[in-house]
């Protein structure tokens, strides 16, 4: 059973930072490329960035590239995402999931999910 904590929601204003995190608890850990997506009120949920499995190669989505930063600890089984810059279009409920796919297409891989985190950055 795969159970995945997000943390590190809130709110802040348009162009501040926060830092999310996400403990996995799964022992392999180490082998999935690991990703958060995000599901703003009234839309579904969208891609946001990925880290592969060694931490070198990442991907973002367009929307946030440039202002967000996805890395991950293996030792502590804990993927995060900077996000600076923030706008209002960013509010939206954070998840992290493991990932699959390539080439800017990407998919989570387990089924099930955290509760995610909230983002609320006001207009």
């Known amino acids: 059973q795969v159970q995945l904590v997000e943390s590190g929601g809130g709110l802040v204003q348009a162009g501040g930072s926060l830092r999310l995190s996400c403990a996995a608890s799964?022992?392999?850990?180490?082998?999935?490329?690991m990703g958060w997506f995000r599901q703003a009120p009234g839309k579904e949920r969208e891609f946001v960035a990925v880290v592969g499995a060694s931490g070198t190669m990442v991907y973002y989505a367009e929307s946030v590239k440039g202002r967000f930063t996805i890395s991950r600890d293996n030792a502590k089984n804990t993927v995060y995402l900077q996000m600076n810059s923030l706008k209002p279009e960013d509010t939206a409920v954070y998840y992290c999931?493991?990932?699959?796919?390539?080439?800017?297409?990407?998919?989570?891989?387990?089924?099930?999910w955290g509760q995610g985190t909230q983002v609320i950055v006001p207009s």
């Open positions: 799964v022992s392999t850990f180490s082998s999935y490329a």
């Open positions: 999931n493991a990932v699959r796919g390539d080439s800017g297409k990407y998919e989570p891989r387990f089924g099930s």
